[in-house]
């Protein structure tokens, strides 16, 4: 439905079918709300947020302030406002929403009903003037729907609902004419739908705000005569009065339906070419280096076999000395090597742990995605659900650790078994609870209320520390992994060896394919993060991700048959850290777009959107790495429990 032009694709599309049903469908996520005539429809505000900024187009802030933040003085309800109770996820995403004081009434059409009246003195006209120009947009929700903009893409012709309203604008050509109007009054247009044709029952399912700068001399009374509330500088205080209009209008619309116009693909053909352009690319390189990697492998190991029947037959000697000088070069000669202990072990087993958790956890989330359980309309159950994997996960990551730690043969098991748990996301905590400070710091309502934090504390202490726990000691106390081949007593001196298997090489060469795989889908997501715009186009992720996972998985154990081949045995931290160095790629398209598409004004931003992207590329560095490195660890004792060693 969202492809329709998209037209070669839609072949492609019909294979796959998962993007298709992702926005297809989604499971109930919450019970539809029937109001009759006459009931009173409840319009929320959420915090207030910047998107493009009017100049440029480009994201001049991150911070997002409450709707009723002192500077802005909208009009409050009579008994001041009540936050509405909300998710743990969706008040770690930033939304803060709390009552209003707008009178909606299903059916009713009211034009121009007067709210308050403000004052503003200069400081506060100043801050709301730079919030204007930085493109900060108002977010309401009608019955959880957000009251959006109908914009037209030019690039499909549709026409679609954006999330949130501007604050204000500018007059003329230039922002730099200082012409700026604030907003004072709402036409909110919303749509209903009657359940089967029931009058008594009716539904939203649209909700389109239109807002308007009157300046009123006297009372409010909408008209048309009035010119725009213009900001100025100067010491005078300005008088603004707040009006706002309800219109109803009946729709088609059916409440299961009511979120499609809000979910926009923006350049579905660039999304479809650039995913059919990499699978394809991605596939044919996997298959022609697997196809050749196990046909030389398989060369190998009959040579390796047949050497060995040769030297137990004791057939003529020059066959043998002529096949010994093959066997000279070549992986086998690292047998006694390759299951060497790797130093330091612990570190290694803890992160892989850790990868191993947040992969069955992003994997997990992107499926429960795909099947229509985190719909936009249940807010926050994104994060909601990451959290809760996350921790229930704890008992995979301990596991993990504890078993490959085994395997490693370490020996401080206690150490392993507590920092499994805390190591990793006491980095996290630590760096999100700094950036919180500084939002905190700057004002804004997307500092995460500490309340919210010992609630974080509270959970990661009581489910998912013991959970990593019992996993560790589950781990610990299942047989060990034993190598295929014994480890000599004395390690074998490695051979220099060429360029590009050299570690910065290698590691540059390996993480840029697993980036390349997601690059794409990167962009949207990151645009959704910082443009506010709903991400749903979940059944790209899952191609996204079940693409990365295969190259990232195909690149390092190639590169670590080439260490191997090379007679360089330590392939262990190589190929965690060659995988994981598609996370330095990630923070670099990052930065990258920060350059690009962003523009902070202010030095916190800047701190908080580095901070924030270090975060999660420190995130996917462990993912990555984890899958790289067991990878590998599969290939090699795959490749080492086929040949016979005397
Ligand atoms: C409300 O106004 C809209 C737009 O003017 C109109 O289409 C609709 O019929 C009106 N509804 C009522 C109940 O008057």
């Known amino acids: 439905m969202y492809f329709r032009d998209a037209a070669p694709a839609a072949l492609f599309a019909a294979l796959l079918a998962a993007p298709q049903l992702a926005s297809a469908f989604y499971l109930p996520g919450v019970a539809p709300t029937s109001y009759k005539p006459g009931d009173r429809v409840p319009l929320n505000v959420n915090s207030i947020k910047p998107v493009a900024a009017l100049q440029d187009y480009r994201l001049h802030s991150v911070i997002s302030y409450d709707y009723y933040h002192p500077a802005f003085q909208f009009c409050q309800p009579k008994d001041g406002p009540e936050y509405v109770s909300e998710s743990l996820g969706s008040i770690l995403f930033g939304d803060r929403i709390m009552t209003s004081p707008f009178e909606l009434y299903m059916g009713k059409n009211e034009t121009c009903k007067p709210l308050c009246k403000a004052t503003y003195p200069e400081k506060m006209r100043e801050f709301v003037i730079e919030r204007i120009e930085q493109g900060y947009s108002l977010n309401w929700l009608v019955d959880g729907l957000p009251a959006g903009q109908k914009i037209q893409d030019d690039l499909t012709g549709t026409t679609f609902y954006s999330p949130g309203f501007m604050l204000g604008g500018f007059l003329g050509e230039d922002i730099e004419d200082e012409e700026i109007f604030f907003n004072n009054h709402y036409e909110i247009w919303i749509e209903y739908h009657e359940v089967s044709g029931d009058p008594n029952q009716l ?40 009006s706002y209009s309800v219109y109803w209008k009946k729709s088609d619309t059916a409440w299961a339906t009511r979120w499609d116009k809000y979910l926009h693909v923006f350049d579905p053909k660039i999304h479809w070419f650039w995913l059919i352009d990499t699978a394809i690319i991605v596939v044919i390189l996997v298959l022609t280096v697997m196809s050749i990697l196990v046909r030389t492998l398989k060369k190998d190991i009959t040579r390796y076999n047949r050497l060995d029947q040769i030297n137990l037959d004791d057939l003529s000697g020059t066959s043998a000395l002529e096949d010994g000088v093959q066997e000279d070069s070549g992986w086998k000669l690292v ?104 939002l905190w710091a700057k004002g804004s309502s997307g500092a995460v209320p500490f309340t919210t934090m010992l609630v974080i504390i509270g959970i990661w202490f009581v489910i998912s520390i ?57 962009y949207f997501i990151m645009s959704s993060i910082w443009f506010s715009r709903i991400y ?75 901070g924030y992207s270090a975060l999660i590329s420190f995130l996917f560095f462990i993912l990555a790495g984890s899958i790289g490195y067991f990878a590998s660890w599969w290939f090699v004792r795959k490749i080492y429990s086929s040949i016979k060693i005397d």
């Open 203 to 242: 539904r939203v399912v649209g909700v389109v705000v239109q807002p308007g700068s009157k300046d009123y001399p006297g009372e409010a009374d909408c008209g048309d005569n009035h010119g725009p509330v213009l900001f100025k500088s100067g010491e005078k205080d300005q008088e603004v009065q707040f």
């Open 466 to 522: 013991p959970l990593s726990v019992a996993g560790s000691w589950l781990g610990f106390r299942s047989r060990q992994i034993e190598a295929p081949v014994r480890t000599n007593q004395i390690p074998r001196q490695i051979p220099p060896c060429t360029t590009y298997l050299k570690p910065i090489p290698s590691m540059l060469i390996v993480g840029l394919l697993p980036f390349g795989a997601i690059f794409v889908e990167l």
């Open 536 to 610: 749903y186009m979940f059944g790209f992720l899952f191609l996204c991700y079940g693409l990365m996972i295969v190259v990232c998985a195909a690149v390092t154990v190639l590169m670590t048959y080439f260490l191997l081949c090379s007679e360089n045995y330590n392939w262990q931290w190589r190929s965690f850290l060659a995988a994981g160095t598609s996370g330095v790629y990630i923070f670099l398209n990052c930065l990258l777009y920060l350059v690009t598409k962003v523009k902070l004004a202010t030095m916190a931003g800047t701190v908080l959107y580095i």
């Open 335 to 438: 047998h006694g090597d390759v299951f060497r202990t790797p130093s330091r072990p612990l570190l290694l087993s803890v992160l892989l742990g850790n990868g191993a958790q947040l992969f069955v956890m992003t994997g997990t989330t992107i499926v429960f995605a795909l099947l229509g359980f985190l719909s936009p309309s249940n807010r926050g159950s994104l994060g909601t659900i990451m959290i809760l994997l996350y921790t229930l996960l704890g008992f995979v990551g301990g596991y993990a650790s504890a078993r490959v730690y085994k395997a490693l043969q370490g020996e401080q098991w206690k150490l392993n078994i507590a920092l499994t748990p805390l190591l990793v996301p006491g980095i996290v905590f630590s760096a999100f609870f700094l950036l919180d400070i500084f």
